[in-house]
């Protein structure tokens, strides 16, 4: 049996409601109930409360099993490329100093890893992960080069500080901080015009548009505008990544089932198709996979044959955590 819970309010905050949701998903279970969700907004925490609290969460929309287009090669040898988004974690130096050395002990890793530190720890992440082949990248850059735009980052700063990738477009930016498509694409440009750099851009529906099946054109439209300009010989020579995140699997705990994360992998080589006339580049695209993965979730992922690698956020903070993921992204 089935219970749909519709929540009609979306103010995060309200004890009551939360105290009430979560009795009623208590009891339901108790009852035998399968729980199913509805209209949620990733960050009301009522909703976050009911997917955390379900095991076994049926998702509104399924996906069937799916292969990438026949135009598409399958013999296209792409490296899994494994990336931890620390985002505004640890809150000190020494921590974060702690978290470098606990990567730096998991030494050389077959795939291709990067990590995404708050700014002021690059200098000490490249410092400590020299010779690991770790690379290390910012969370974000601005489109300025220069000039009179007090809290920017310009890329030729991140490029001639060491740092060989940024990470774009992230949900967070786009829903706290305003970051719109136009916005992230003059990011993506300025990044690639720096020789040394390299992009991991986010693409990914929230709930609302995943429930109503709007996951292909949303993504379609964040990759057409995001890559707007972007040169196919860019894309050939492997400078961006793309990271399919869904919203609703960021920090929720809960993940795409593989078919899933399959199915918008593929509707993302099939936009990079009809973007591009050479075909190549939707073959060799790298598409990570991000949204709660972890040492349990990342083999089957990556069984998939278009999901190439993982971005991660929580499980990145913790090094046996993230060295087992990177592993797993492997074998
Ligand atoms: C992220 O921040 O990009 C992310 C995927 O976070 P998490 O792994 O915690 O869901």
Redesign the pocket.
Known sequence: MILYIHLLHKQPGNNMKLFYCNLSLVLATAAGFTIQTGNINKYNSISTALYAGNPNPVFPVQYAPVAASPAISSNTNRRPIVAG?W?LNPATKAEAIELLNGLKAGGVHDSEVVIFPPLPYLSDALTILAGTGINVGAQNAGSNTKGAFTGEIAPSMLASSGCSHVLLG?SERRSLFGESDSSINERVQACLAEASLNVVL?VGETLEEYEIGLLKSVVDTQLRKGLAGVSADDLLMGRVVIAY?PVW????GLVATPNQAQAAHVAIRDTLLSMYTNPEVASKMRIQY????SPDSVKDLMAMPDVDGA?????SLIPDSFLKIIQGSWN
């Open positions: 988004n985002k992230h986010c995140e699997a960021i920090g929720t991000g949204g709660s993965v971005l991660v956020g929580g499980a």
